[in-house]
Nanobody
């Protein structure tokens, strides 16, 4: 499956962005989808994940209550709505697909396919 992420940009602290990721090449609903991010000089980290149906989600603690992951299987898309953005959210954001349909994993190594990343910069 091929993944293309977009929607990043420059935003002031307190602002919002919506990231999108479009998949092609396989049955989108067969995959758990995740968003990861990599800040400068830091390791890539799990941000949010959603199971095949959208009925279950998981978030890292630092984004709970601010970010919302969703998916539209008919559009082969996954989204990350990011509100109340802070400078520490500055990173390159990646979408990823995990062939294990039901279990949302925060482990980078469990994801089989990755998008190219979209950059988010939050100014203070």
């Amino acid at each position: 499956v091929q993944l293309q992420a977009f929607g990043g940009g420059l935003v002031q602290a307190g602002g919002s962005l919506r990231l999108s990721c479009i998949a092609s090449g396989d049955t989108f609903s067969s995959y758990v989808m995740g968003w990861f991010r990599q800040a400068p000089r830091k390791d890539r980290e799990f941000v949010a994940g959603i199971n095949w149906s959208g009925g279950a989600t998981k978030y890292t603690d630092s984004v709970k209550g601010r970010f919302t992951i969703s998916r539209d299987n008919a559009e082969s898309s996954v989204y990350l709505q990011m509100n109340s953005l802070q400078p520490e959210d500055t990173a390159i954001y990646y979408c990823a697909a995990d062939r294990r349909k039901y279990t949302i994993s925060p482990m980078e190594s469990n994801y089989d396919y990755w998008g190219q990343g979209t950059e988010v910069t939050v100014s203070s």
